[in-house]
Nanobody, 122 residues
Framework: QVQLLESGGGLVQAGGSLRLSCAAS????????MGWYRRAPGKQRELVAT???????NYADSVKGRFTISSDNAKNTVYLQMNSLEPEDTAVYYC????????????????WGQGTQVTVSS
C-alpha cells in the first residue's frame, strides 16, 4: 500500500515562506511525476507545480517566480518551497503522484495525499 504523507503547512504572514513536503512510502518501483495542487475556499482544485522523473517542471502562472518544486529521489519525497506568500495562496495543498508499484506491477496515475492547510494572513 502506497501512501503520500504531506507536511509543512501552517499559518504565515503575507510575504513569508513555507516549505511543504510530500513523502511517498510503500512498494514503489518508479515515480513518474509528483506534484502539488491546491483548493482554495469556494474554488476548484488547481495545479500548482509538477516535477517529472526527468526533471521537467511545470508551474501555474500565479506561482511562477515565487514557488519552487524539487525532489529527493532517494527518499521519494517532493518539496514545494513557497516564498513571497500572498493571501490568495491560502488553500489546502494536495500532493499527487503518478508511479509504478508492486506487487503486482501496475501504474497508478492519480494518487492523492490527504492535504495540508496553508493560510496566509494579510
Amino acid at each position: 500500500q502506497v501512501q503520500l504523507l504531506e507536511s509543512g503547512g501552517g499559518l504565515v504572514q503575507a510575504g513569508g515562506s513555507l516549505r511543504l513536503s510530500c513523502a511517498a512510502s510503500g512498494s514503489i518501483v518508479r515515480i513518474n511525476v509528483m506534484g502539488w495542487y491546491r483548493r482554495a475556499p469556494g474554488k476548484q482544485r488547481e495545479l500548482v507545480a509538477t516535477l517529472t522523473s526527468e526533471g521537467s517542471t511545470n508551474y501555474a502562472d500565479s506561482v511562477k517566480g515565487r514557488f519552487t518544486i524539487s525532489s529527493d529521489n532517494a527518499k521519494n519525497t517532493v518539496y514545494l518551497q513557497m516564498n513571497s506568500l500572498e493571501p490568495e495562496d491560502t488553500a489546502v495543498y494536495y500532493c499527487n503522484s503518478d508511479y509504478y508499484s508492486t506487487p503486482p506491477l501496475r501504474r497508478v496515475r492519480d494518487h492523492w495525499g490527504q492535504g495540508t492547510q496553508v493560510t496566509v494572513s494579510s
